[in-house]
């Protein structure tokens, strides 16, 4: 596809369950990255994959939160042992990965999750 | 703590007229300013990006304005249309390429 498309669209879970939350990039796209949106919130960094190198995981909020990118594609983000506030919409966005400050990031739909 | 304000209420105005939504910053100098806009369900689309030592951009019928004195950032949109009606979110971007966002103001366009 020609946008970045994450998977699934929605997902509930009970209280200590882990999940997976999947994300394709914009083919050619170098850097990635995971955000959090709290409802009526902005959004929330959570990580940063570019190319090969080790990846920014500064924005995690904590051990639980985990995320991996596959063949500098495909990245999937784990949230174990999830809690109500884990409660939120995750979006992921690609970008060239210039470096330079009008790299522009291009998100996906993002993923709802509800936890019970 | 860097922080970034947007209003939180929303804006309702009469479609036609112009709609100026505001950005402001604090503790932070951002070498770029960038707006998004946001539908329901939806992620966040880019719009325009301006530069530090830029004080003004235009793109048709949007147009941004950058004021490093003040720490602030005014979004406009002239002969606004019922189709503007979304979220739009400011974010600031230091030399990294980090991009701290705003909460975002909703912007209601009456037909």
């Known amino acids: 596809g020609a946008g970045v498309s994450q998977s699934p669209s929605n997902k509930v879970t009970e209280k200590g369950k882990d999940v997976e939350l999947r994300c394709d990039p914009i083919?050619?796209?170098?850097?990635l990255y995971w955000y959090r949106q709290s409802l009526g919130q902005g959004l929330e960094f959570l990580i940063y994959?570019?190319?090969?190198?080790?990846?920014?995981k500064s924005g995690l909020p904590s051990d639980r939160f985990s995320a991996e990118r596959t063949g500098g594609s495909v990245s999937t983000l784990t949230i174990q042992r999830t809690q109500q506030e884990d409660s939120a919409v995750y979006l992921c966005?690609?970008?060239f990965g210039s470096g330079t400050g009008t790299d522009t990031q291009y998100f996906g739909p993002g993923t709802r999750l509800t936890v019970l | 703590s860097q922080k970034i304000e947007q209003n939180s209420e929303a804006l309702n105005i009469q479609e036609g007229k112009t709609a100026t939504l505001t950005c402001n910053y604090t503790n932070y100098s951002p070498a770029y300013l960038q707006w998004y806009r946001q539908d329901p369900g939806r992620g966040p689309v880019f719009l325009l990006l301006i530069r530090e030592n830029e004080k003004e951009k235009r793109k048709e019928r949007l147009k941004v304005t950058f004021d490093t004195t003040l720490k602030q950032s005014l979004f406009h949109i002239t002969a606004s249309q019922p189709a503007d009606s979304a979220t739009y979110l400011c974010a600031l971007r230091d030399s990294s390429y980090k991009l701290i966002f705003g909460s975002g103001t909703r912007l209601l366009v009456r037909p």
């Open positions: 966005a690609s970008s």
């Open positions: 083919s050619g796209h170098t850097a």
């Open positions: 994959f570019q190319g090969n190198s080790a990846p920014d």
